[in-house]
């Protein structure tokens, strides 16, 4: 069974920053793309950063040069480093796995999710 579990949300002041880690477990993605999405209250489900073979990444327009994916391939896992944090990136922050090997930014792409974790940033 595949798991996607996240950690490292919480609340923080506008312009601090957080990392968000997510650790796969029951199948290997260092082939696939993983990445963050989030979601805030009353909106939809939208792209963060991806990142897949090649050390390759992309990220929303929102959180360029803010944002930074990373993945350790060999813990199975993806990282997200967020730095000047603004109230506008609060939302569930959620980690996604694609068992396909097309690079999609549309969360209806992907197979497997994380439970979601809570990222507020207070003005």
């Known amino acids: 069974q595949v798991q996607l579990v996240e950690s490292g949300g919480g609340l923080v002041q506008a312009g601090g920053s957080l990392r968000l880690s997510c650790a796969a477990s029951?199948?290997?993605?260092?082939?696939?793309?993983m990445g963050w999405f989030r979601q805030a209250p009353e909106k939809e489900r939208e792209f963060v950063a991806i990142s897949w073979s090649g050390g390759n990444t992309n990220y929303a327009d929102s959180v360029k040069g803010r944002f930074t994916i990373s993945r350790d391939n060999a813990k199975n896992t993806v990282y997200l480093q967020m730095n000047s944090l603004k109230p506008e990136d609060t939302a569930v922050y959620y980690c996604?796995?694609?068992?396909?090997?097309?690079?999609?930014?549309?969360?209806?792409?992907?197979?497997?999710w994380g439970q979601g974790t809570q990222v507020t940033v207070s003005s």
């Open positions: 029951g199948r290997t993605f260092s082939n696939h793309v």
């Open positions: 996604a796995a694609d068992s396909g090997l097309i690079v999609r930014t549309t969360p209806r792409h992907y197979d497997y």
